[in-house]
Every structure is written in structure tokens, then in C-alpha cells.
């Protein structure tokens, strides 16, 4: 179908508009945006300058995608919001580009759904898949893995990363690492094992699970060192390449990772 574009949108002439694409009553796209194919734009939302929305991504009422980082040193420099396709950006969710201290562009991927009032601070990375309850605040800086769901009301502190396949819950916060492959919840988020629900519902077979269980089990419940956890895991649990991703992810952590609830007053290496 062609494409339908309201009377009162406001686009800035240097933008780039897909085909079949629909921009309803009062909406705002600024200089130098990118709108893909298909793409919905619902009435008052606004996509700032410098911004790249890929194709079939429905934005809903009030939103702002792209807008200026949040960041005292932020001087009004020409920083990007990239985001795929296919995502689904619901009510007044709020989206800031990047900085040039960060990685100079935010990046979102596809298939997303972030709900109402949901936030991504500047210089975030989200992978595919990943879905953002309502109220849910990422801070700056931060990586979200595939397939990851936070829920609601929740919050992640600058820089910290969340590995793929976790599930955090509702009215929680982190300020250290989150492995893949884990549930977390808690005022102060905390570790209770594999998302073993979550696992089996994308598909990771019985021996997948099994093995993060035990790893699990070894790393943050066995009473060694974290070091010496991670190397009796990489002894006992060989050709699973769930476990192998976590103890990856564990020593590339530069923040620290979440501990597990049972060990909340332990120091994090003891």
C-alpha cells in the first residue's frame, strides 16, 4: 500500500522516509532520521534528529526515540539511536542517542517489545529479542543480551551487563553483572539459579540445563573462591556450550556479578 502521512506531522526535510509507511496526527521526525519500511508511527510521538528505526517497528503515542543523552558532559554533539526491525516501542517510552565519551550511538536490535514508560539511557546496546516491562530503567552504558525479560518497575545501574537468556523480576535493582542463562530477583537483585523455565521455553535441551545447574551450583554455592569454582566447572562440565558462555561471561566481568541470595552478606571473590 502507499504510504500515509497526516496533514499535521511535522518532518524535517532531510529525513528519509520508507515505503508503506504511516505517520499519524502530530507527529514529529527530526533531521537526518531514518524511517524503514512499514514502520507505524502513532500519533504525537516524536523520533529526534539522528535517529535510524529499521522496518515493521511500530512506535506508540508519546514516545521519544533519540532523544538528548541525560549527561552533564552531553554538549550537543551528532550521536545516533540505531534500532532494527520489527520491534514494538509502546506508550511514552523514552530512548537517548549516544555520547561521544560512550560509544557515540545507542543500539537497539530486533523483534524488542519495551512497554509503556520504559527507559534507555544513552549508549546502551539491547540485542534481539529482548523485552522491557513497564517502568523498567536502564542506565547508561548498559548491554542487554538476547532474549533477556526484566520486569517491571525494575532498574540497572550504568555499565552493567545483563547476559542472554536471563529473566530478572519486578521491582528489583542491579548494580553488578548478571550471568546469561539466569532468574534474578529481589529489591536488590539476587541470583536463584538457571532460568530453567525460560530455557526450556526457547528450546535448550535437558542436557543444557542439567549442566548449568551443576555449574551453578559449583560457582556460587560450594563454598570456593570464585576462581576456583569456575576452574573445577571448566574440569567437570566439558562440551556444554551454556556452561562454557557462563564462565566466559563471569571472568570478562568487570563490575563484579550478582551474587547468589543465599551468599548476600559474603564478599563477591570469598
Known amino acids: 500500500m502507499a504510504s500515509e502521512i497526516h496533514s499535521s506531522a511535522v518532518i524535517d526535510p532531510s529525513a528519509e522516509l520508507g515505503t508503506d509507511i504511516r505517520i ?18 502513532e500519533s504525537h510521538c516524536v523520533i529526534k534528529s539522528y535517529t535510524e528505526l529499521g522496518a515493521d517497528n511500530h512506535v506508540h503515542p508519546h514516545a521519544v526515540i533519540g532523544g538528548e543523552p541525560q549527561h552533564t558532559a552531553y554538549k550537543g554533539e551528532k550521536t545516533y ?7 514494538q516501542i509502546r506508550e511514552c517510552v523514552t530512548i537517548h542517542r549516544g555520547t561521544l565519551q560512550g560509544e557515540g550511538q545507542t543500539l537497539i536490535g530486533s523483534n524488542c517489545m519495551f512497554m509503556a514508560y520504559s527507559h534507555i539511557a544513552h549508549d546502551c546496546t539491547v540485542d534481539d529479542n529482548v523485552i522491557l516491562a513497564n517502568a523498567v530503567n536502564l542506565a547508561g552504558h548498559v548491554v542487554v543480551g538476547r532474549n533477556v ?34 532468574l534474578a530477583h529481589g529489591v536488590r537483585g539476587m541470583l536463584f539459579g538457571p532460568n530453567l523455565i525460560g530455557l526450556r521455553r526457547n528450546g535448550f535441551d535437558a542436557a543444557s540445563c542439567k549442566g548449568l545447574k551443576k555449574a551453578y551450583k559449583v ?26 558462555r557462563l564462565v566466559a561471561f563471569i571472568r570478562e566481568s568487570k563490575n563484579g556479578v550478582t551474587p547468589d ?4 552478606n559474603c564478599h563477591e571473590d570469598s
Open 261 to 264: 541470595h543465599k551468599q548476600r
Open 81 to 87: 539511536t540505531r534500532i532494527g526491525d520489527n520491534n
Open 219 to 244: 560457582i556460587f554455592r560450594s563454598g570456593l573462591t570464585r576462581e576456583q569454582g569456575l576452574s573445577q566447572v571448566e574440569q567437570e562440565i566439558v562440551g556444554n556450550a551454556q556452561v562454557d
Open 24 to 41: 499519524g496526527p502530530y507527529v514529529v521526525v527530526g533531521a537526518e532520521a531514518k524511517i524503514g519500511d512499514r514502520t507505524y508511527l
Open 149 to 182: 525479560i526484566i520486569s517491571g518497575m525494575s532498574a540497572v545501574q550504568q555499565f552493567i551487563r545483563i547476559g542472554e537468556y536471563a529473566f530478572l523480576g519486578g521491582a528489583s535493582g542491579y548494580k553488578l553483572d548478571v550471568p546469561p542463562f539466569m
